[in-house]
């Protein structure tokens, strides 16, 4: 099986990803499995990794991105293709990627059926207990650089409040208001409670807030998300961090504009949620392009692909979580692999062109059937 590594290309110049999709060993990884790999030049330069890295484990150089995607059988992207690089891709190959199909138009995704592509979306890749294995790791690192993030905006140069997140003596610490108590919630709050913010959490699930309670040992104040609970919280906060996720579909608005004109101005909010839309309403005022922006005298940060700014981390850990599939895949080719493994069969949106997702279709084929039948 041939895998495919091309250089990102992004839908959006605001947001280039410096991502990519698998590092040197793990060409080394998928090569020793009997695969074969081709990079296009310079695809991993932004991450630190360069031809002769990829040359040295294995792999093949290209020099074009239509031959990645003309001979690929599988191709392991970071974001979602550009409607040009869909036009190129072989027909009946494969695509894996941060894809969220929910976000996009319909024209957009029968552009892929058209050309009956198998399309895998990282995000909505799902093992039996609900963890997404390879969208965790992202969520984490990106919570990991919340911090640094809302540190910077705070300071008085880019128009914040002017304050130290973690305050100094006699002078109280921020508060950090985290709606959605999940992967990137959890990970967030350990984060700014390490520089001694105070910090908030909701979520709609009791469990959630729970295991938060449990794991920070008490250290978070956590409240079930109510209207009137959010509108509480984030009237009094520094930082709001949106971290709502509803697996593979747009998010939900939970925070209105109303409730941020009453923020504080210079506050900061962070929409990690905006991969998927959004769940700020100021920040989907702004558009599909994001960016760091004022609106309603706060700041906001409104990037799809914040680990992007960590590229060589981020490229590590997305290779990391991405070996098993992929070596599976070589091992027993992919209709077998994804016959064999559920979590592969989550994450697929379109099946050899057919819509088998509820995420893209109100009446999905069934992927099983499909796979028994091919």
Not at 104 to 116: M, P
Not at 120 to 134: A, F, R, S, V
Not at 303 to 322: G, I
Request: glycine share 10%; aromatic share 6%; proline share 4%.
């Amino acid at each position: 099986m041939i895998f495919g590594v091309p250089k990102e290309c992004s839908l959006k110049s605001v947001c280039e990803e410096e991502r990519v999709s698998l590092v040197p060993p793990g060409v080394r990884e998928l090569i020793e499995a009997g695969g074969e790999v081709v990079i296009e030049t310079g695809a991993g330069q932004n991450a630190g990794f360069t031809d002769e890295q990829y040359t040295k484990m294995g792999g093949k150089i290209v020099y074009s991105r239509e031959e990645v995607f003309g001979r690929s059988d599988v191709v392991v992207k970071v974001s979602r293709p550009t409607p040009q690089e869909i036009g190129i891709m072989q027909k009946d190959s494969a695509i894996m990627a941060f894809l969220h199909l929910a976000v996009v138009g319909e024209d957009y995704i029968r552009r892929l059926a058209e050309k009956n592509i198998t399309a895998i979306g990282y995000e909505t890749i799902q093992d039996k207990d609900g963890t997404l294995p390879i969208l965790k790791t992202s969520s984490e690192i990106a919570a990991k650089m919340a911090p640094q993030i809302a540190g910077r905006l705070l300071e008085t140069t880019s128009g914040g409040l002017g304050i130290l997140l973690g305050g100094a003596p006699g002078i109280p610490p921020a508060d950090v208001v985290i709606i959605g108590g999940g992967t990137l919630g959890y990970h967030a709050a350990r984060a700014f409670l390490g520089l001694g913010c105070t910090v908030f959490v909701l979520d709609v699930s009791q469990k959630a807030l729970e295991r938060i309670d449990q794991a920070l040992m008490g250290r978070v104040t956590t409240a079930f998300s109510t209207r009137e609970n959010i509108e509480k919280y984030v009237s009094f906060c520094e930082v709001l961090i949106g971290a709502v996720l509803v697996t593979g579909e747009v998010a939900p608005i939970v925070v209105t504009k109303e409730m941020v004109q009453k923020m504080r101005k210079g506050s900061v909010i962070i929409d990690f949620s905006f991969d998927q839309g959004g769940c700020v309403e100021t920040t989907r005022i702004q558009g599909p392009s994001g960016g760091i922006f004022v609106r309603e005298g706060v700041l906001h940060f409104a990037v799809p692909n914040c680990p992007s700014y960590v590229a060589r981390t981020s490229s590590y850990a997305l290779t990391n979580s991405l070996l098993p599939f992929l070596v599976s895949m070589q091992q027993k080719g992919l209709k077998t692999a994804m016959a064999e493994w559920k979590d592969l069969q989550r994450g697929c949106y379109l099946y050899r062109g057919q819509y088998v997702s509820r995420h893209i279709s109100s009446k999905p084929t069934d992927l099983e059937r499909l796979l028994v039948e091919d």
